[in-house]
């Protein structure tokens, strides 16, 4: 008897998510806009603490596991801002991905001036608990990187964290780019994909639509991005097998799915709006958009 299609665990999602970076120029692509357009974006975010009579930054990282992107960012804040003290706050519902970052930090002797408070929630536990609390605190930089996803109200998400935002303060929110092949398998192939993928199927114009309702100045920033998918059509192949797990949020999409769902996927995703051959491997497109929201 063939498994029941059921979605992926916190740790499956872990491991199926490594497949996909591994396989990508996803971090190649924010590595780009990092080293081309954020040291322009954080140059007018410094404020001063009084009480220290220092410079002081205040961060938030919502979302999937970048912890080394994360990271990047701070120290381009700090070679912006040389001698600012960052305060640097991580809201992360895996408990794998918040131990990884830790890991991280605890290599990295260059953050000395830098401190880490991790809360394992959701955006919305998070949000639930600061109104709990009854204090806003503000942040000069907030960034959403690939979560909005996995929120269950959107604009009331992003006008929480905008609230957020000290005076001059950014909001960077990164999300997939209408041009990606994800928008496309979206909109043209969505009965390709099983019904064990609960996330929104949202890209760059569905957030920037909000943000015009809210009435939010913000610039995008589109970059290309390429995910290797040929091992997603070998028989057998375990690398495949993982990276169509996490485009499916399916746990062995490919042997449990029905195989007629199985062949529709795999000829969706070889539609030329979806991917590219190049040099005999197929490359699909994961192009993705920087939104930069002003506070």
């Not at 064990?196 to 290309?224: A, F, K, M, N, W």
């Not at 795999?266 to 192009?287: H, K």
Request: aromatic share 8%.
């Amino acid at each position: 008897m063939i498994p029941a299609m059921r979605s992926l665990t916190a740790e499956e999602y872990v491991e199926a998510f490594k497949a996909f970076l591994e396989h990508s120029t996803e971090h190649q692509c924010m590595d780009e806009f990092n080293r081309e357009q954020m040291p322009t974006i954080v140059a007018g975010i410094t404020r001063l603490c009084h009480m220290s009579h220092k410079a002081e930054h205040a961060s938030l990282l919502l979302g999937d596991f970048l912890a080394g992107v994360d990271l990047k960012m701070i120290r381009i804040l700090q070679a912006v801002h040389p001698g600012v003290f960052i305060d640097n706050e991580i809201v992360e519902p895996n408990p794998q991905h918040v131990a990884a970052y830790k890991e991280l930090v605890n290599r990295a002797p260059d953050l000395q001036n830098v401190s880490f408070i991790w809360h394992q929630l959701t955006s919305l536990e998070y949000e639930q608990q600061v109104k709990e609390r009854g204090t806003h605190k503000k942040f000069d930089f907030i960034h959403m990187i690939q979560m909005l996803y996995r929120v269950e109200d959107i604009r009331s998400t992003i006008k929480f964290f905008h609230s957020c935002l000290d005076h001059h303060g950014k909001l960077l929110i990164i999300i997939l780019s209408d041009s990606s092949g994800w928008a496309s398998l979206w909109k043209k192939h969505r009965d390709c994909l099983p019904a064990t993928d609960s996330g929104h199927y949202i890209t760059c114009s569905g957030i920037t639509e909000v943000l015009q309702s809210l009435g939010l100045q913000h610039r995008v920033y589109e970059l290309p991005s390429g995910w290797d998918i040929t091992e997603c059509f070998s028989e057998g192949d375990a690398v495949g097998g993982r990276m169509m797990d996490f485009l499916t949020g399916t746990k062995n999409f490919l042997g449990t799915a029905p195989p007629a769902l199985r062949r529709r996927l795999q000829a969706a995703l070889r539609q030329p709006e979806c991917s590219s051959t190049r040099d005999g491997r197929v490359i699909f497109s994961n192009n993705l958009s920087m939104i930069v929201v002003e506070s």
